[in-house]
């Protein structure tokens, strides 16, 4: 039964509800300036649905829901740069008399402090956060859940350059420790996510690379593109984890707007385990993911 939990529910709402404004038109707070803060928060909601009655070609009702919220807090002083940055999204989609199933399901939290070296250089140091809210399935018949709430968990925290210009940032370190929590008990004992069996914390260091470009394309479309890439030097350095995360977003006009995401991640940690009926194990290896997402939303301001 895909069920999700109270705890879950209001930890969504708590994150959603510091939110002052809907569908990705982006507000601006105004801060002390002598504090050198500058806050941004944007959130989009996007909703589908279809229906069927007496349909002789076929079909199946569904209703299906999406929220994204991001918030970021800058600041920047004479050499001093800091910014930070909470993502996050959930998406769900119920079919005919099936249970509720998810769809999206993300937190992410970046932090990059930076110290002027030069005119586009900076002494950086990062710390990245990932995890999700709640129980993932890989499909709707499926009754054990092969992801949940730390489990996996992703701790990146570098020290590096970082060159920044107006469009574009890009961050180079040569240290950098990756540690991976798998704190759910079942998933911990099958070694999930590249753990040890009944472990839940794996260390890495290694080499990390970090490049962010947004660009207005046109008046209306707006691109936002992020590339990770990390190497252990202990284990594998030859496979290269790879997250590369593209948004788009086209403005149609004041009430309705697009967007397309396309997120593409390799771990060679994350096996995809494939099982024949008897629960024998065919396959066991890291494959290439990704995910694809294109909604129409309704605007509203408040």
Known sequence: MHTISIKSIILILLVFSFCNQLNAKENIISIDSTKAWKITN???????QSAYKYWAKGGENSLSGLANYKISAYY????????????TSYGIIQQGDRKVFKTDDKIELTSIYGYKASDYWY???????????????????DTLSS????????LITSIGMEY??????LMLSAMTGKTTFVLNNRLSEEGAFGVDKGKKIKAGFGTYVRFTYKKQLMTNIELNNKLELFSDYFNNPEKVDVNWEILLKMKINKYFSTIFNFN????????????????????DEAKVQYKEVFGLAVNFAF
């Open 42 to 48: 944007s959130l989009s909601l996007t909703f589908g």
């Open 76 to 87: 920047k002083k004479n050499k001093a740069s800091w910014e930070n940055t909470l993502e």
């Open 123 to 141: 002494y950086s140091g990062l710390m990245n956060f990932k995890t999700q809210y709640a129980e993932g399935f890989k499909t709707m018949d």
């Open 147 to 154: 992801s949940n709430f730390m489990s996996p968990g992703y």
């Open 164 to 169: 920044k210009r107006t469009d574009f940032n």
């Open 264 to 283: 593409l991640i390799y771990d060679y940690d994350t096996k995809y385990i494939v099982k024949d009926n008897q629960g024998i194990i065919l396959s």
